[in-house]
Protein backbone atom coordinates (compact mmCIF):
# COMPACT_ATOMS: atom_id res chain seq x y z
CA UNK A 1 0.00 0.00 0.00
CA UNK A 2 0.87 3.77 0.00
CA UNK A 3 1.60 3.98 -3.40
CA UNK A 4 2.50 7.53 -5.11
CA UNK A 5 2.99 7.74 -9.06
CA UNK A 6 4.34 10.77 -11.52
CA UNK A 7 3.70 11.36 -14.87
CA UNK A 8 5.55 11.52 -16.66
CA UNK A 9 9.04 10.02 -15.62
CA UNK A 10 10.52 12.16 -18.07
CA UNK A 11 9.96 15.25 -20.10
CA UNK A 12 12.00 17.05 -22.56
CA UNK A 13 10.63 20.40 -23.70
CA UNK A 14 11.68 23.55 -25.66
CA UNK A 15 12.82 26.45 -23.88
CA UNK A 16 9.78 28.63 -23.14
CA UNK A 17 7.38 25.76 -23.30
CA UNK A 18 5.22 24.74 -20.18
CA UNK A 19 4.82 21.20 -18.60
CA UNK A 20 2.67 19.88 -16.40
CA UNK A 21 3.98 16.92 -13.60
CA UNK A 22 1.57 15.13 -11.96
CA UNK A 23 1.75 13.45 -8.67
CA UNK A 24 -0.63 10.84 -7.61
CA UNK A 25 -1.44 8.82 -4.61
CA UNK A 26 -2.73 5.35 -5.83
CA UNK A 27 -4.17 3.99 -2.51
CA UNK A 28 -4.70 6.23 0.09
CA UNK A 29 -6.05 10.07 0.56
CA UNK A 30 -3.34 12.53 0.71
CA UNK A 31 -4.35 15.48 2.43
CA UNK A 32 -0.89 17.30 2.01
CA UNK A 33 1.79 16.79 -0.69
CA UNK A 34 4.72 17.95 -0.83
CA UNK A 35 6.98 18.79 -4.01
CA UNK A 36 10.89 18.31 -4.08
CA UNK A 37 13.51 19.56 -6.63
CA UNK A 38 17.10 17.48 -6.81
CA UNK A 39 19.92 18.74 -8.56
CA UNK A 40 22.81 15.98 -9.51
CA UNK A 41 24.65 14.73 -6.43
CA UNK A 42 22.81 17.50 -4.20
CA UNK A 43 19.58 16.97 -1.48
CA UNK A 44 16.24 17.30 -2.06
CA UNK A 45 15.23 21.09 -1.93
CA UNK A 46 11.33 21.73 -0.80
CA UNK A 47 9.55 23.41 -2.99
CA UNK A 48 6.23 23.56 -1.28
CA UNK A 49 3.70 22.39 0.20
CA UNK A 50 0.07 22.25 -0.67
CA UNK A 51 -3.15 20.82 0.35
CA UNK A 52 -6.50 20.13 -0.86
CA UNK A 53 -8.54 22.70 -1.70
CA UNK A 54 -6.20 25.67 -0.54
CA UNK A 55 -3.19 27.59 -1.93
CA UNK A 56 -0.13 25.83 -1.87
CA UNK A 57 2.62 27.43 0.41
CA UNK A 58 6.24 27.86 -0.92
CA UNK A 59 9.72 27.99 0.49
CA UNK A 60 11.38 30.71 0.39
CA UNK A 61 13.32 31.78 -2.95
CA UNK A 62 10.53 29.54 -5.22
CA UNK A 63 8.75 31.88 -7.83
CA UNK A 64 5.54 30.74 -7.43
CA UNK A 65 4.54 31.90 -10.82
CA UNK A 66 6.70 29.73 -12.50
CA UNK A 67 5.98 26.94 -10.44
CA UNK A 68 1.90 26.34 -10.37
CA UNK A 69 0.61 24.21 -7.66
CA UNK A 70 -2.54 22.94 -7.98
CA UNK A 71 -3.83 19.95 -5.28
CA UNK A 72 -7.79 20.05 -6.52
CA UNK A 73 -8.38 16.51 -4.92
CA UNK A 74 -7.33 13.66 -2.67
CA UNK A 75 -5.61 12.07 -4.51
CA UNK A 76 -3.84 14.40 -7.19
CA UNK A 77 -1.38 17.59 -7.05
CA UNK A 78 -0.16 18.71 -10.18
CA UNK A 79 3.38 21.25 -10.60
CA UNK A 80 3.15 23.37 -13.69
CA UNK A 81 6.50 24.96 -14.92
CA UNK A 82 5.70 27.68 -17.00
CA UNK A 83 7.84 29.41 -19.26
CA UNK A 84 10.52 26.71 -18.66
CA UNK A 85 14.29 27.70 -19.09
CA UNK A 86 17.27 25.26 -18.98
CA UNK A 87 18.02 26.41 -15.62
CA UNK A 88 14.81 24.62 -14.70
CA UNK A 89 16.23 21.41 -15.64
CA UNK A 90 16.23 19.28 -12.70
CA UNK A 91 14.94 16.10 -11.25
CA UNK A 92 11.42 16.69 -9.50
CA UNK A 93 9.99 14.57 -6.74
CA UNK A 94 6.67 14.52 -5.47
CA UNK A 95 5.37 13.26 -1.65
CA UNK A 96 1.83 12.71 -0.46
CA UNK A 97 1.07 12.29 3.27
CA UNK A 98 -2.44 11.86 5.53
CA UNK A 99 -3.31 14.27 8.47
CA UNK A 100 -2.36 17.83 9.05
CA UNK A 101 -0.59 17.50 12.57
CA UNK A 102 2.30 16.08 14.18
CA UNK A 103 4.39 14.08 11.62
CA UNK A 104 2.88 11.72 8.92
CA UNK A 105 4.81 9.84 7.26
CA UNK A 106 5.60 10.73 3.81
CA UNK A 107 4.88 8.81 0.47
CA UNK A 108 7.75 9.33 -2.58
CA UNK A 109 6.91 9.09 -6.40
CA UNK A 110 9.87 7.65 -8.20
CA UNK A 111 10.47 11.19 -9.52
CA UNK A 112 10.01 13.04 -13.06
CA UNK A 113 13.25 14.13 -15.11
CA UNK A 114 12.83 17.15 -17.17
CA UNK A 115 15.20 18.61 -19.82
CA UNK A 116 14.51 22.14 -21.17
CA UNK A 117 16.54 22.41 -24.25
CA UNK B 1 17.95 27.31 9.94
CA UNK B 2 17.93 23.08 10.26
CA UNK B 3 20.82 21.27 7.98
CA UNK B 4 21.81 17.31 7.44
CA UNK B 5 25.49 16.88 6.76
CA UNK B 6 26.22 13.02 5.27
CA UNK B 7 29.49 11.38 4.65
CA UNK B 8 30.17 11.45 0.90
CA UNK B 9 30.24 8.69 -1.11
CA UNK B 10 29.68 6.73 -3.22
CA UNK B 11 30.71 3.85 -0.60
CA UNK B 12 31.50 0.21 -2.00
CA UNK B 13 31.61 -2.52 0.14
CA UNK B 14 31.80 -6.59 -0.50
CA UNK B 15 28.65 -8.77 1.09
CA UNK B 16 28.35 -9.43 4.65
CA UNK B 17 30.43 -6.19 5.48
CA UNK B 18 29.95 -3.53 8.23
CA UNK B 19 28.07 -0.49 6.97
CA UNK B 20 28.44 3.45 8.32
CA UNK B 21 26.90 5.97 7.10
CA UNK B 22 27.53 8.83 9.08
CA UNK B 23 24.71 11.80 9.62
CA UNK B 24 25.05 15.01 11.37
CA UNK B 25 22.79 17.86 11.95
CA UNK B 26 21.74 21.03 12.92
CA UNK B 27 18.34 22.18 13.80
CA UNK B 28 16.45 24.31 17.03
CA UNK B 29 14.72 22.21 19.76
CA UNK B 30 14.50 18.59 19.58
CA UNK B 31 14.05 17.28 16.09
CA UNK B 32 12.98 13.68 14.69
CA UNK B 33 15.60 12.18 12.46
CA UNK B 34 15.02 9.68 10.02
CA UNK B 35 16.67 7.54 7.19
CA UNK B 36 15.42 6.79 3.75
CA UNK B 37 16.11 4.93 1.17
CA UNK B 38 15.96 4.90 -2.51
CA UNK B 39 16.09 2.20 -4.67
CA UNK B 40 17.08 2.21 -8.44
CA UNK B 41 13.62 3.48 -10.34
CA UNK B 42 11.55 3.77 -7.06
CA UNK B 43 10.53 6.66 -4.93
CA UNK B 44 11.92 7.42 -1.64
CA UNK B 45 11.11 5.11 1.25
CA UNK B 46 11.42 5.46 5.11
CA UNK B 47 13.79 2.88 6.16
CA UNK B 48 14.05 4.06 9.59
CA UNK B 49 13.07 6.77 12.44
CA UNK B 50 14.04 8.18 15.75
CA UNK B 51 11.89 11.11 17.31
CA UNK B 52 13.87 11.35 20.70
CA UNK B 53 17.34 11.56 22.29
CA UNK B 54 18.88 8.26 22.36
CA UNK B 55 16.07 5.98 20.62
CA UNK B 56 17.47 3.51 18.43
CA UNK B 57 15.48 3.17 15.16
CA UNK B 58 16.07 -0.16 13.50
CA UNK B 59 14.54 -1.54 10.48
CA UNK B 60 15.91 -4.75 7.45
CA UNK B 61 18.94 -4.97 9.87
CA UNK B 62 19.41 -1.41 9.65
CA UNK B 63 20.11 0.39 12.74
CA UNK B 64 20.58 4.48 13.88
CA UNK B 65 20.92 6.14 17.43
CA UNK B 66 19.77 9.31 17.95
CA UNK B 67 22.55 11.33 19.40
CA UNK B 68 21.79 14.65 21.16
CA UNK B 69 24.99 15.27 22.32
CA UNK B 70 27.19 14.65 18.86
CA UNK B 71 23.99 15.57 17.12
CA UNK B 72 24.61 12.75 14.79
CA UNK B 73 22.59 9.79 13.65
CA UNK B 74 24.67 7.21 11.93
CA UNK B 75 22.95 4.82 10.25
CA UNK B 76 24.83 1.09 10.45
CA UNK B 77 24.48 -2.43 8.98
CA UNK B 78 26.49 -5.32 10.37
CA UNK B 79 26.46 -7.44 7.12
CA UNK B 80 25.14 -5.73 3.57
CA UNK B 81 23.94 -7.68 1.22
CA UNK B 82 23.91 -6.70 -2.70
CA UNK B 83 19.95 -6.14 -2.39
CA UNK B 84 21.00 -2.93 -0.19
CA UNK B 85 22.28 -0.70 -2.99
CA UNK B 86 20.43 2.18 -3.18
CA UNK B 87 20.97 5.53 -2.35
CA UNK B 88 20.43 6.41 1.56
CA UNK B 89 19.50 9.82 2.89
CA UNK B 90 19.25 11.45 6.62
CA UNK B 91 16.32 13.90 7.20
CA UNK B 92 14.87 15.54 9.84
CA UNK B 93 11.67 16.84 10.78
CA UNK B 94 11.66 19.76 13.35
CA UNK B 95 9.43 19.73 16.44
CA UNK B 96 6.41 21.65 15.93
CA UNK B 97 6.36 21.65 12.46
CA UNK B 98 2.67 20.64 11.71
CA UNK B 99 3.08 19.07 8.26
CA UNK B 100 6.17 16.94 9.17
CA UNK B 101 8.45 19.41 6.58
CA UNK B 102 11.80 17.09 5.64
CA UNK B 103 15.28 18.38 5.36
CA UNK B 104 17.01 16.31 3.73
CA UNK B 105 20.90 15.47 3.58
CA UNK B 106 22.75 15.21 -0.09
CA UNK B 107 22.40 10.96 -0.01
CA UNK B 108 25.22 8.74 0.10
CA UNK B 109 25.42 5.79 -2.89
CA UNK B 110 25.96 2.79 -1.13
CA UNK B 111 27.21 -0.23 -3.85
CA UNK B 112 27.37 -3.81 -2.80
CA UNK B 113 29.35 -6.49 -4.60
CA UNK B 114 28.56 -10.15 -3.96
Known amino acids: GAVVSQHPSWVICKSGTSVKIECRSLDFQ ?7 RQFPKQSLMLMATS ?4 KATYEQGVEKDKFLINHASLTLSTLT ?24 EQFFGPGTRLTVL | GNSVTQMEGPVTLSEEAFLTINCTYTATGYPSLFWYVQYPGEGLQLLLKATKADDKGSNKGFEATYRKETTSFHLEKGSVQVSDSAVYFCALSSQGTSYGKLTFGQGTILTVHP
Open chain 1, 51 to 54: NEGS
Open chain 1, 81 to 104: VTSAHPEDSSFYICSAATGTSGFN
Open chain 1, 30 to 36: ATTMFWY
